[in-house]
């Protein structure tokens, strides 16, 4: 286990009751919950419960080469997660384990209508959204149901058919969206007993993102706010503007300061004030980054990629066919590349060697100097990557609308 603090806390949580009066107590007298770091659990979607997307990891430098690909069928909306040496990943089958130094498959779950979510893992326990509009807890050894709880399609209009929303894991709570209609779950990872549920739900592929002591979304498909909650009782402490969200990504944090992507830009607030009330001063953000190279009518979407976090960057882009690197003081550009397709794979920076990765609809996946963004190799698919690249020492693994989930590590 990668963190074991983390793991304390989680067993210490579950000798509790689920009340939220228990995760009041556990969370104020827990040693090892008060000493727990900002909730990295075991692996996640986008390498941390900020979501900044930045794994402290080599990645491939150099041109890659195919390590092995797997071909699960049909389209591949999924990110790869990779723990312990098993890569999860969903397809329109379910979600599949897989060895990760082979590729061979270790189980299937079935689910009705397929997966499109990415997982969280943690003590045993892999956590995803099917398709069908359900949360499930599967253990890791042996692909079994341990608990499901049942959530509510998206509503008409969204363009979306089941729950893809990426589970966060917080204390020992599994939080989930479950659909507009029903809002955001927090959940006992071990029994899928319901702890407190939140009003507010984030569209299909929006993720929830945590920072120290507060959980972070932003409601709806449309316009909308981020909202900020305390993760021991569900209160409502943020609610701020939002950026024109368009329907696919959700927020990240970091050292204070909470990021949402829109249909013109990036938007940064401050995310440690309380604002419970959505009033023009509260409303106002840190910077506003406007990127969009001419004028839509406001209800013209332009979708983008969730934006990432590395240093003193924010790497977003737009389906304007546009790359950027933001400065994180001020929002503004510090280098842009056009690449010249649709962009919806959210950004994976490998921190040691200083790379960003992600895919386009022109079939590749991208490595770019992140400093500077040049390119150093690109990897045509045979299929749209809007997958999110998960990075490892030497190995970048990342799945694409052919079907297949690759395996790239440096050529020889």
Partial sequence: MKNMKLITAIACFAMLSVSVSAVEVIIKDCPEMKD?????SSAIFRADQGRTGCFDKTGVVNKPAVKWKTDLGGKIISSPVVWEGTLFVGSPKGLHALDSETGQEKWLFKVKKGVNS????ADGLVFFMGLDNSLYGVTVADGKKKWAVKGVAPGSGTGVKGLSGAPLIVYGMVVAPM????????????????????????????????SKDRLFLRNGYGWSQVFGYEIETGRTVLNKGSAWIGPNHGVSVRDGKVYAVGTRGVICHDATNECVHFHAREGIPKWNAQLLQYAIDDNEYIESTGASLWKDLVFWGN?????????????????????????HSTPSIA??????????????????????????????????????????????????????????????
């Fill in 118 to 121: 990415s997982v969280a893992v």
């Fill in 36 to 40: 727990a770091k900002v909730f990295k």
């Fill in 319 to 343: 389906d304007q066919g546009w790359f950027f690197a933001l400065d994180d003081k001020t929002g503004k550009v510090k280098w842009k590349k056009e690449i010249g397709c649709f962009m």
């Fill in 179 to 210: 659909g507009q209609r029903k809002g955001t779950i927090a959940v006992d990872y071990q029994t899928g007993k319901k702890i407190y549920s939140l009003k507010e739900s984030p569209a299909a592929y929006g993720g929830l993102a945590a």
């Fill in 351 to 412: 921190a040691k060697s200083g790379i960003v990765y992600f895919g386009t609809y022109d079939k590749n996946l991208y490595a770019l100097d992140a400093k500077t963004g040049a390119e150093k190799w690109k990897f045509k698919t045979g299929g749209i990557v809007d997958a999110s690249p998960w990075i490892e020492d030497g190995i970048v693994y990342i799945s694409s609308h052919d079907g297949f989930v690759y395996a790239l590590v440096n050529e020889k």
